[in-house]
């Protein structure tokens, strides 16, 4: 079932809610969405959008990004994109978890305080479990704490509350075993030892992706808009390079691009960057890489094995769903080590269907969404009925 609820006198620009409702096919999700929330709470100044793309697996996951946006329009849009990616990232890390997103608009250096976390954990609240929250850009493990004083479905608290803490800690090391896996596929062997990696974006995730390609030998090139990243990249591994942009980072003769800051880092000129640069690898942990369709297969025409980004940054939400049962580290470390499994397994897919990765794993997710979509036909008692 479809349907938009709408908490706030504002509503999205003409043309925006035609794009946000696709009919589910056998079980799989396409670019539509079960349910949007917009939240506005004049007191907080609150605004935000809660997306919950599909709960064929069970209640949708998925982080609450806190972010300046230009428009409104805009907003959706990425709340909408998001919220897809977590229903493939979910399904392909194995979770019983569906895809959400949620956004609040402002800027989280100024606008943030404990009234507007809180109204909108009564927000979420208000779902009743259809979609729970965590971390992400712009938001931290001291706000889940917040938020969680008006919900109970919320994750990536802090351990002094019972909770998993920095998912980005997860985050970094499935994209490591990702990094890993693909060197596997290119090289023959799972390490970074000797390679130039890039990391473009060196904050909650890329600062800790880098530690582990400096332990594995790697030679490490980063940059970040904010010096302060920079600076703490710089102290804690003094050999790291540092190149003043993307661009800069881009012409600097790497073996692997890591993006890890925002979306839609991978275009039609940064690609062809990379080709003539010669890097062979692309694996980061932004989320929504790819800015347009055909950009995948771009990349492979090029010869660079691209590995997806919702597989290989799916740690952190290995991390945060393991807290909804009580968290255990170890265990939801152990979780992520697959990541390297499943990487491989989808770079073996790709080759044998003669379709890039990112295809293969698109369709790795559906076939698992269709099927598990498929059990809600052998019918439960009432009190257990999905």
Known sequence: MTDVQTVSATHPAPGVLSRIFRTEQDGVPGDGHEQVVLCHDRASGLKAIIAIHSTALGPALGGTRFFQYATEEEALEDALRLSRGMSYKNALAGLDLGGGKAVIIGDPNKDKNEAMLRAYGRFVQSLRGRYITACDVGTYVQDMDVIARETEFVTGRSPENGGAGDSSILTAFGVFQGMRASAQARWGQPTLRGKRVGVAGVGKVGH????????????????????????????????????????????????????????????????????????TIVCGAANNQLAHPGVEKDLADRGILYAPDYLVNSGGVIQVADEIEGFNFERAKNKATKIFDTTLEIFTRAASDGVPPAVAADRLAEKRMREISALRTILLPSARRS
């Open 208 to 279: 800790y992706l880098v530690g582990h390609l400096v332990a594995d030998g790697a030679v490490v090139v980063v940059t970040d808009v904010f010096e302060a990243a920079v600076n703490r990249v710089r102290a804690a591994h003094p050999d790291v390079e540092v190149v003043a942009d993307t661009a800069a980072l881009l012409q600097a003769k790497l073996d692997v691009y890591a993006p890890c800051a925002l979306g839609g880092a991978l275009d039609d000129d940064t690609v062809a960057a990379l080709g003539e640069a010669g890097t």
